[in-house]
């Protein structure tokens, strides 16, 4: 076969040109485009001679299948809550995170798990030796658990391997960015590699009815290909998060064609490996500065769940010409917007003033029921005047100044009485959630919450 005219890969997106420039057009990215060989024809994909009719189905004619996929269940429930009950057998899952945050633990875990109910599991490292692999399962306490370890990269050996006797129920590769295969020039870790290898290693999956997961490596700059390449091909993409200073971790999906894609699962990262937290409300609070001024606590929900969490503010007098306004695990559009109804519906007055929002414990926070602890914490820090310790916030706030229901108020309610809180302040609410066993201070307007705070 001729070679190709050389071809130009963004690193970070996956975008292709026929000439290098230094910067992608497609997402942005400055030097994050590398010459790399012309793709290689898909291996196994047949020419014209070779072409088969395919078959096509109708949507009646699968009545009998089962409506269920079959799922692989860890026992770990905080995973098996993110994958929607289990790993689906033939189903691709990428989990990405920064390094050192604690894939490879979680996935020993899965795996030791799996094996111990008697399923074969292959755990494949491109990155640690067998011997490294080992003495982390031992130090994990899982040195006996049957999982098949193999240190290898190459795409090619690694199904050749996997194939011999009964397909693996389940097999882990750490990481997709190490893989090679033998049919592509390019180097490991550049887009068109990463591309092909999980290529291949996708139709294995797929053939052999085998649960794959993929680890992927965030990285900021473009030299490591980003698993985004690979995101559309898999059938799941999880992101496992966390801040350095902290020990837990937040497993999340981000795609899921099985399940929901809203569920989180709560992890801390302890001397023996990951352990699940099954109140993670108990852990976001734990070190709350009870009685300082500018803090909330919000009755949030994430997936199913409801979880409590300190919403602090800081707002000081600013010295520049546009104040500063940071948020963490918050988003900025809508602490923006809750400035201006304070600002226009409340007569709390911030524009001359420096705003800093954060979420404690490094969890991100989406959902407009937010709104009401940010607007609390933000007149707390002003007045001066704490919340009472016993209370929690939860309400979305309308531009007009009104405080709108949200979702799953009973839940909130519920959680909030649980872990000891007797107040809540939130938009009028069904009866059953008022008896939760808190007591409900139901707010229709921006004003009454301002009032409320500055009275004490
Ligand atoms: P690792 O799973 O190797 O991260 P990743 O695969 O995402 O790069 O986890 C590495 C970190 O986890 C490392 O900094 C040490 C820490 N760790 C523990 O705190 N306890 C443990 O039992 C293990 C195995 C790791
Ligand atoms: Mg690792």
Known sequence: ????????????????????????????????????????????????????????????????????????????????????????RGSVVLIGGDPGIGKSTLLI?????????????????????????????????????PVELAAETNVEDIITTLGRGAP?????????QTMWTGAIESAPGTVTQVRGSAQNLIRFAKTTGAALILVGHVTKDGQIAGPRVVEHMVDAVVSFEGESGHHFRVLRAVKNRFGPTDEIGVFEMTGRGLSEVANPSALFLAGR????????????????????????????????????????GFDSNRLSMILAVLDAHGGVKLAQHDVYLNVAG???????????????????????????????????????GSIRPVTQAPS??????????????????PRDAADAGLSVEALSHIGELVAQIASG
């Open 109 to 145: 875990q899965a795996c030791a798990a799996l094996a111990r109910q008697g399923h074969r599991v292959a755990y494949i490292s491109g990155e640690e030796a067998v011997a490294q692999v080992r003495l982390r399962a031992e130090r994990l306490g899982l040195a006996d658990a």
């Open 168 to 176: 693996p129920r389940l097999t882990v590769i750490d990481s997709i």
């Open 289 to 328: 500065d009870v009685g300082a001024a500018g803090t909330a606590v919000l009755a949030a929900i994430e997936g199913t769940r409801p979880l409590l969490v300190e919403v602090q503010a800081l707002v000081a007098p600013s010295t520049l010409g546009t104040p500063r306004r940071a948020v963490v």
């Open 1 to 88: 076969m001729a070679r190709s005219a050389p071809t130009f890969i963004c690193q970070s997106c996956g975008s292709v040109y026929t000439r290098w420039q230094g910067k992608c057009d497609a997402c942005g990215a400055w030097n994050s485009i590398v010459e790399e060989g012309a793709t290689a024809p898909v291996a196994g994909a047949a020419g014209p001679a070779a072409r088969r009719r395919g078959r096509t189905f109708t949507l009646e004619s699968l009545k009998g299948e089962s409506a269920e996929p079959p799922r692989l269940p860890t026992g770990i429930d905080e995973l098996d809550r993110v994958t929607g009950g289990g790993f689906v």
């Open 362 to 400: 490094g969890l991100k926070i989406g959902e407009p029921a937010a709104d009401l602890a940010a607007a609390a914490a933000l007149v707390s820090s002003l007045s001066g005047q704490a919340i009472a310790a016993d209370t929690v916030f939860f309400g979305e706030i309308g531009l007009s």
């Open 412 to 429: 909130r309610a519920k959680e909030a009485a649980k872990l000891g809180f007797a107040r809540a302040v939130a938009p009028a609410m």
